[in-house]
């Protein structure tokens, strides 16, 4: 094995992946190193097996949704067989084909646990590797309540490797995760209940796009829990009961700890200490994504950035520009676009929080896919007359729509001539213009 490198990078996830190849794309000669599966959290147990997940139960909710409309016939089924076979082909073609890649870029691939052992020095396989340039990629996982019994909850992690679906489940946590394996599951046939310590769920969105989110979660038959961190877990005869307090249980078959996520950080080893975090407890980092160790970078979820991937995709390719190529500014975080994918989706982008100038609520059923039991969509502009810093979704095909709204960001348009391009009707897209 060669022992020195142009950089090292650890971990092979979307991140990792992204500055591997850019890296060596500009001639610069790299070292990937993962310890699991390559592509990480998004290709192994995060948006790809969700977004399969959430496809099935969109289309029975769809299905479920039309019958009322005069689309009648058999209720389709699930077959998890089949399902997860499907996804093992899939997530394995996803592997495969970004193996193939790095081979093509001529990156060295060593798949097992690295641990920074001096600054500039990786130890892996029992070899000490050295580079100027080490960049960490080791993304996160997930983290649980502090609650007793807590260890009996699953994660993310697990849900997305189910076989069987559960009847009835308890999701602790409501921000993206909790809320779509919620939407998810409910669709999927199970009873759900959602616990979540805020007031309202989806609280990294506008206020009034999330509410209109909770409603049609609630409409989904989604218990919601607001408010409320529950106290204790522990296993019973034909499941689980979690106390919310002293007087509350709710019973279920399985309960998801969807609370949050903490960065990788065992890598750093004794080399933490020279590290420094910020509040959120990831790694801080400069314009060029350097730490506070000299030579050391960090990018994707593990750093203070987005977790979401294009933001690390995005991330690993302007790191290597800057340190192979010419220099690039990282992309500025306020418009990335985003979307929860519960039933509708809820999509964002910009910064709502500069106020509201524009709000529909409920448009037309037509919009709502012919739905004679539409789910409320949502409109939002926000920002003022003279410059629209933002847009909210909620609705089918917000997670599509946004992406494009977030294009006219871009150029800062103004209200009227951001009206002036009419939408398609009947779609989401033609509320605001009427
Ligand atoms: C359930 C779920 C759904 C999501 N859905 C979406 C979505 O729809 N859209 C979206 O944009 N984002 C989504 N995300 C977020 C997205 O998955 C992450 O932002 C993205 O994967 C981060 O990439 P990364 O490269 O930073 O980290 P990761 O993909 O986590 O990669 C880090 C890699 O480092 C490896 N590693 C760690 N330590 C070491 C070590 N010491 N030695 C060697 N290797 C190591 C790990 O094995 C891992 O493979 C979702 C996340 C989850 C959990
Ligand atoms: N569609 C997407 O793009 C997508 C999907 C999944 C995840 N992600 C990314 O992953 C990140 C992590 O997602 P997440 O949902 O794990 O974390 P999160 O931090 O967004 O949500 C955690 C939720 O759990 C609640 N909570 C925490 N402790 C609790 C307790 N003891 N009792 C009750 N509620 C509690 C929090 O108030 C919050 O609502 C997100 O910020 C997002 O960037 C993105």
């Known amino acids: 094995m060669d022992t020195s490198y142009d950089a090292i990078v650890i971990g092979g996830g979307s991140a990792g992946l992204s500055f591997a190849r850019h890296a060596a794309g500009l001639g610069a000669k790299v070292a990937l190193i993962e310890r699991g599966k ?7 147990r995060g948006c790809v097996p969700k977004k399969m997940l959430w496809t099935v139960a969109d289309a029975l909710w769809r299905a479920g949704g039309l019958t009322r409309s005069g689309l009648l016939g058999p209720t389709p089924q699930v077959d998890m067989e089949r399902l997860c076979a499907a996804r093992a082909d899939k997530l394995q073609s996803i592997r495969d084909s970004y ?29 000490k590797l050295h580079a100027p340039r080490i960049v960490l990629a080791t993304g996160g996982h997930p983290i649980r309540p502090k609650m007793e019994g807590a260890e009996l909850a699953e994660t993310s992690d697990d ?30 046939g199970a009873r759900v209940t959602l616990v979540t310590d805020t007031d309202r769920v989806l609280t990294e969105f506008s206020e009034n796009a999330a509410k209109v989110g909770q409603r049609n979660m609630q409409a989904q038959g989604i218990r919601i829990i607001a408010g409320c961190a529950p106290a204790a877990l522990r296993a019973v005869e034909d499941g689980l009961e979690l106390a919310l307090d002293s007087d509350t249980t709710i019973r279920a078959e399985k ?142 095909g917000a997670q599509e729509a946004v992406a494009w709204a977030g294009q006219m960001l871009l150029h800062r348009p103004d209200r009227a001539r951001m009206l002036r391009a009419l939408g398609v009707h009947p779609t989401l897209s033609e509320a605001p213009m009427g």
């Open 99 to 127: 193996r193939g890649k790095l081979s093509e870029a001529g990156v060295t691939v060593i798949e097992d646990e690295a641990a920074m052992s001096a600054p500039g020095e990786v130890t892996v396989q029992g070899e």
């Open 159 to 188: 849900v997305l490797e189910w076989t069987a679906l559960p009847g009835s489940m308890v999701v602790i946590g409501g921000g993206y995760i909790g809320c779509e394996m919620a939407a998810i599951h409910a669709a999927l």
């Open 38 to 44: 390559l592509g990480g959290t998004c290709v192994n």
């Open 255 to 396: 309960v998801v700890a969807a609370t949050g996520r903490a960065p990788n950080l065992g890598v750093l080893g004794a080399l933490q200490e020279r590290v420094k975090l910020s509040d959120k407890g990831v790694i801080e980092i400069d314009e060029c994504f350097e730490t506070s160790l000299p030579g050391l970078h960090a990018v994707g979820d593990c750093a203070d950035r987005l977790p979401l991937t294009p933001v690390a995709v995005a991330d690993g390719e302007t790191l290597a520009r800057q340190l192979f190529g010419e220099h690039r500014d990282p992309v500025a975080l306020r418009d990335v676009a985003t979307t929860a994918f519960v039933l509708p989706p809820v999509g964002e982008v910009g910064q709502p929080a500069q106020g509201t100038i524009f709000e529909e609520e409920e448009s037309t059923p037509l919009a709502a896919g012919v739905r004679a039991d539409g789910p409320q969509d949502y409109w939002g502009l926000g920002g003022s007359e003279a410059a629209v810093t933002s847009v909210s979704l909620v609705g089918e």
